[in-house]
């Protein structure tokens, strides 16, 4: 059985730094392309990074430029999210998901203008990110 199991969020001050990460059991990550979203009280799952080892990096939002990394480690089935100089919008309940697809494919498209989150193979669940002083 595919899963995905997304840790590390928590309460941290403006300015502050987290990392997250989504470790995946029942497939390898050369498999699948990893990526992560994110999803604010009242707001659609707004897509950040995703990695693949094929594809390398795609981001889907400028307002995390410079500020969050992606990167994975195979030995260990785990995708890591670095998130650094944290901003109260940055508040959030992050999701990391899983497609056989390229970062750059359709189902990511479909999931992150249309909303389509079943075009995902699969999603963990959340952990959330709570930025505030």
């Known amino acids: 059985e595919v899963q995905l199991q997304a840790s590390g969020g928590g309460l941290v001050q403006p300015g502050g730094s987290l990392s997250l990460s989504c470790a995946a059991s029942?497939?390898?990550?050369?498999?699948?392309?990893i990526g992560w979203f994110r999803q604010a009280p009242g707001k659609g799952r707004e897509g950040v990074l995703c990695?693949?080892?094929?594809?390398?990096?795609?981001s889907y939002t400028d307002s995390v430029k410079g500020r969050f990394t992606i990167s994975s480690d195979n030995a260990k089935n785990t995708v890591y999210l670095q998130l650094n100089s944290l901003k109260p919008e940055d508040s959030a309940i992050y999701y990391c998901?899983?497609?056989?697809?390229?970062?750059?494919?359709?189902?990511?498209?479909?999931?992150?203008?249309?909303?389509?989150?079943?075009?995902?193979?699969?999603w963990g669940k959340g952990t959330q990110v709570t930025v505030s002083s």
């Open positions: 990695i693949s080892s094929t594809d390398g990096i795609q």
């Open positions: 029942g497939y390898s990550l050369d498999e699948y392309a």
């Open positions: 998901a899983a497609d056989s697809q390229p970062c750059w494919g359709s189902s990511w498209y479909d999931v992150i203008n249309f909303k389509r989150y079943f075009a995902m193979d699969y």
